[in-house]
């Protein structure tokens, strides 16, 4: 998947599984930041990050691997939707 | 400005965990190692990504309890059982009090009534407070009964609550405690958070990677120091609770919660840090909540952190929710009395990050009179009690 | 024998939230007649701005509301309960019904299917309510949290006034919420434990020190607040002391209160005098 498409998706698992309003998924960029504390952040705490992890397991069929530190994926839709597109190539 | 408020003393402890029926199991299973996790055996757990947990593998059948269908008012049946054959309590029924904390309360009991063969009259016992009742009934108990509804910080504040009760005249005996089952609810519940370990609970441990979850039900009797004769087990020198007010599911990164707690129950107890001599720590094995807890008792500790010994015994019985902070009491009472502090299994490479005087590889001889016990649940819950252990 | 207290306490303020409307002023003058046959009389969900409440169930939002509505209605900044001087005392006999029985259900439909429940299974907990309310608000003080009825929610006032009178805090919150909707058919099999016309409810008292004393004791029959209290509103569980207490408050009652509460066969009574 490119990805646009990826981050396509995750602005629809925002909505079903996050329970963000439709309407703020419609804002979003890719530029636009994950965590809490981040400035203009969508504000994801750690839940919302496990939510997000197992959302993204079962939508893209990847594994994410617990051990690792996957948290500069997580800083921006743009980094998440590269690193999930990454993970798809080829699949 | 904080009193200092009157001990309370504890005349007796009950308790029935997956080491065995009594309180005796229970010890001894601490000091000699034992594990008390295994797979679950009582619900499906197959779909779940772990599916082991310190369940309790034998429930004597109790006199006149034949129909108790609740898992965990049978849990707290007997661990009532234990108790009363230690200690008879002695008072009026209207001056006796029940106050039990738990994260789960009766739900095992939704889930049969929701099953497909369930019975919708099966819910009144999902009430969080059902057990609570069942067991005031049981006892005979027409005082106030409290159910402390703090998730796996609640057997602490019951028995500071219920310790209140006392000082303030309202009962003359307290029976005030933890419980929780395992069921289904709450298995699929820790999975979904993705807290449990699919390895061993190391607590403190540089390799930790979650808790396991574990089912007991710790009960002690309280009344006032005045009207305690006889033999006790030890005295509740002070409770503190207090918020986080950060995050519902995750300890604030900075302990300051658990920290106030700390403090606010040293206060009450009329001591400092300094006056501590063990710590049980709450230390379920999780990343977050071990070196946040690890911090605020090195702040709390000071220069002594070295030397002031820490446990945790969720490695052996597992996170046993609401009862985890009434046995844990029970523990520092025990070790006191005993001269021995049980080690934390699953401890063997502490992290450089939690660096405390870790009882490890072999229980301590030791014979701490003040303990401080710190729990933290759901929702920013932290408590912390002061016991001071019978004199020998 | 007790504790030699010196100071004691007033009630500052309460708000209450119902089915009926926001205040007491909304309660009909009979309860029963105006639910006309209706089990349950709900609450809507709070619209509370923050995208923090995507998440969070109705019980928390309510309870949110239910202290917004104390400090504004009784001009009380923000800025004045957060910290850790304020206590906060939450009471409920059945929120956490809705989503308990939620995540069972989803368990059942969806036994080895996806949709983690990773947000859902906190909100399971009723701490977790109190937590919401606590972290809106900043309050890191001591806490209490009882589950039950109407005694419980006495219980829980008496809290209060101890935490105040041991300098513990100096104000305390106590607040309790009630939601049927969602478990409304299970409470109707249990007609023996609970009144009708169920009413959906928030309410939160603030306590602060004052001249009174209280006398905490179990009465056998319920105080004319209590049948005032359950005629005007129906049944409100844990919520019915704090309404008793606006009722009384909106009457004049001035300092000398007393409030009762029964839950599963025992009654507390918690008397300023």
Known sequence: MEPKEVFDELKTILVTRLKFDPRRAVDLTPETTLPKGIESSIGLDSLDFIELSIAIEERFGIAMDESADLAPHFTSFDTLSRFIASRTAGA | MRRRAEPVSLIAAGAVTPFGADLDAFWSGLITGSDGISMIERFPVDDLRVGRGGEIKKLRALPGARRVGCRATQLLFAAAEDLLARAPIAAEPERIAVVLGTALGGVGELERALSPRGRFRHAAGALYDSPAHALARRLGARGPVLTVGAACAAGATAIGNGADLLRAGVVDVVVAGGYDALCRFVMRGFDALRSLTRERVRPFDRRRSGLLLGEAAALVMMVRDEDAHGTRLGRLLGHGSASDGSHIAAPDANGRGLELAIVSALDEAGLTAADVDFVSAHGTGTPLNDRVEAAVLQRVLGRRASEVPVNSIKASVGHTMGAAAALEAVMCLLAGREGVVPYTMGLEEPDSACQLDHVIGNCRIARPRVSLSTSLGFGGCNAALVLEAADS | ?273
């Open chain 3, 1 to 273: 024998m007790s504790v030699n207290t010196t100071i004691g306490t007033a009630v500052q303020a309460v708000s209450v939230l119902t089915g009926w409307g926001p205040g007491i002023e909304a309660l009909p003058a009979d309860a029963a007649r105006a639910a006309a046959g209706r089990p349950v009389i709900a609450l809507e969900r709070p619209a509370l701005e923050g995208e923090r409440f995507r998440r969070a169930t109705r019980e928390c939002l309510l309870g949110v509301a239910a202290v917004d509505a104390l400090l504004r209605a009784s001009r009380i900044p923000r800025e004045v309960v957060r910290g850790s001087t304020t206590a906060l005392i939450y009471v409920t006999g059945g929120a956490y019904g809705a989503s308990n029985h939620a995540w069972v259900a989803a368990d059942t439909a969806r036994r080895g299917g996806s949709v983690s429940g990773t947000l859902h299974f906190p909100y399971t907990a009723p701490s977790v309510m109190s937590g919401e309310v606590a972290i809106e608000f900043g309050l890191t003080g001591p806490y209490g949290i009882l589950i039950g009825g109407a005694a419980a929610a006495v219980d829980g006032l008496w809290q209060a006034t101890r935490l105040l009178e041991t300098g513990q805090c100096d104000r305390a919150l106590v607040l309790a919420v009630e939601t049927f909707e969602e478990c409304a058919e299970l409470y109707a099999r249990g007609r023996w434990l609970v009144g009708r016309p169920l009413v959906e409810a928030a309410a939160c008292a603030l306590l602060v020190p004052g001249a009174r004393r209280t006398r905490y004791d179990a009465p056998q029959a319920p105080s004319p607040l209590e049948t005032l209290a359950r005629a005007r509103a129906g049944e409100t569980l844990a919520c019915a002391p704090l309404i008793a207490l606006a009722l009384a408050r909106a009457a004049g009652a001035e300092d000398s209160i007393g409030v009762t509460g029964e839950w599963r066969g025992r009654r507390a009574g918690l008397h300023w005098h």
